[in-house]
């Protein structure tokens, strides 16, 4: 006999079409199909309202409002109920349910983490401290020791586009962090080459305190293209020094000159113009 096949989830046009309106959800539930209603309908009450709520500014799902924990807690207890009418359990089951969101997916931090998060605090610090307000911090030179490191601020309406909104950094598929993982991922599935086996050390020889391989592929690359450019600067003199023309040396003259006010126009608009955010007290950022 032939079976109808059934989706494993709902169709999110089908929930989209009545997220976040007015509409009451006797009504949102009545213009579901059939599998996508009795599937709906199983889910607790307040994930159902969770999956209801007004998608986010991309027509995303605010997953932070859908209490997982509590359909998992249900289908436990409803599982187990199933054994004990069936005599293969006679325990009890009673469950509390918390949420840690980010936290119950992240590794302890590493002491690089440690280290960027007391100096971007200490940094936010004393800019408030300064008076300083509405701004977004970073750190420079990460892959250098600490105390080398260059803390940051930039003002965030310097950060906006035209619509007044922060752009969102995706991911490139041309970054070098992408690429490193690429050329090693088939070297990793065959061969055990992790720096700890274990938790995160705090000391030892074994402890995380340099920046991790993203971090360093991505300062590896931008001192590569620094150090290419100043060689194709010392080139460029060693020409003009033996160059008779001054035409030649005009052009070479403005072409530099072009080339330079293009950097510093795109770095204004790609680092939020940092150089605006000289109004912190530069004082008490070296004090870090």
């Not at 932070?64 to 359909?71: K, L, T, V």
């Not at 408030?128 to 750190?139: E, I, K, P, R």
């Not at 293009?262 to 007290?281: P, V």
């Amino acid at each position: 006999c032939a079976h109808e096949r059934r989706p494993s989830t709902c169709k999110g046009d089908e929930l989209n079409t009545g997220a976040g309106r007015d509409q009451s959800l006797q009504e949102i539930e009545e213009s579901l199909s059939p599998w996508s209603h009795a599937l709906f309908a199983s889910l607790p009450a307040r994930m159902r309202e969770g999956l209801l709520r007004a998608r986010g500014s991309r027509g995303s799902l605010q997953l932070s409002h859908i209490p997982f924990e509590h359909m998992l807690e249900r289908l436990v207890a409803s599982r187990l109920q199933q054994r004990k009418s069936l005599g293969t359990f006679s325990g009890s089951f009673t469950a509390i349910c918390f949420f840690f969101g980010y936290e119950a997916r992240n590794a302890f931090p590493s002491p690089f983490d440690c280290q960027l998060a007391a100096t971007m605090a200490s940094t936010a610090a004393l800019l408030a401290y300064s008076g300083a307000s509405a701004c977004a911090l970073t750190v420079k030179n990460l892959t250098a020791p600490v105390e080398a490191w260059e803390p940051m601020a930039a003002p965030l309406l310097a950060l906006c586009d035209a619509s007044g909104s922060i752009p969102e950094g995706l991911v490139s598929v041309d970054s070098r962090p992408l690429a490193l993982l690429q050329g090693r991922r088939d070297q990793w599935c065959l061969r055990d080459e992790y720096c700890n086996p274990g938790p995160i050390q705090y000391s030892g020889q074994v402890a995380a305190s340099s920046p991790p391989l993203c971090v360093r592929a991505v300062q590896e690359r931008r001192r590569d293209l620094v150090a290419q450019i100043a060689s194709l600067l010392s080139k460029i003199q060693d020409n003009a020094s033996l160059c008779n023309s001054d035409a030649v040396l005009q052009t070479v003259q403005i072409q530099l000159d072009s080339s330079l006010r293009c950097l510093q126009a795109l770095s204004a608009e790609i680092a939020g113009n940092t150089s605006a955010s000289s109004s912190t007290d530069e004082s008490l950022l070296k004090d870090l």
